[in-house]
């Protein structure tokens, strides 16, 4: 099943675009007009992607890696969600978390987003835990389950 995806360029940048037929994510690339940035380990930087895009309700365009531009450069991704309401520019978030210097020059293939359904849950809040585990409970998952309230590295090792 293909989901519509429409794009425009805003500024002069390459088309996104997928590696192969079947890859999972769009490759977005550093527009023509980005002014060379060098990114200092630790320091993150913000790119324009020089595109705007248009996808139905119920799906968010999701910032992942690229996997080459992560291993080689150490270069990874923050600020993942875009919402299918925004109108804006998209922009790519990064930070070195390597020990050297990264220069990011225009026309490099920096980042992956990926077309991703959402389901539109509404937050409800109850008033107690006791009714939030009754509701719990009404979803048809039991009791207590196996986790509890176990936190980071309650199901075993890193």
Not at 55 to 65: H, K, S
Not at 82 to 110: F, R
Request: hydrophobic share 40%; charged share 20%.
């Amino acid at each position: 099943m293909s989901i519509d995806f429409f794009f425009t360029k805003v500024r002069p940048v390459k088309s996104p675009t997928r590696g192969t037929a079947e890859s999972a994510g769009i490759d977005f690339f550093v527009p023509d007009d980005f002014e060379p940035v060098e990114v200092l380990p630790g320091n993150a930087t913000l790119i324009p992607s020089g595109i705007k895009c248009a996808y139905p309700p119920g799906y968010a365009l999701i910032l992942f890696n690229k996997s080459g531009i992560a291993t080689k450069y150490k270069l990874t991704s923050l600020a993942c969600v875009c919402d299918s309401d925004y109108q804006g520019e998209i922009h790519i978030s990064l930070i070195n978390a390597g020990l050297d210097a990264v220069s990011i020059t225009p026309g490099m293939k920096i980042a992956q987003f990926i077309l991703v359904p959402v389901d539109l849950a509404i937050p409800r809040e109850v008033e107690t835990e006791e009714v939030l585990w009754n509701s719990w409970e009404s979803m048809g998952r039991g009791g207590s389950s196996e986790r509890g309230e176990g936190g980071f590295g309650s199901t075993g090792e890193f």
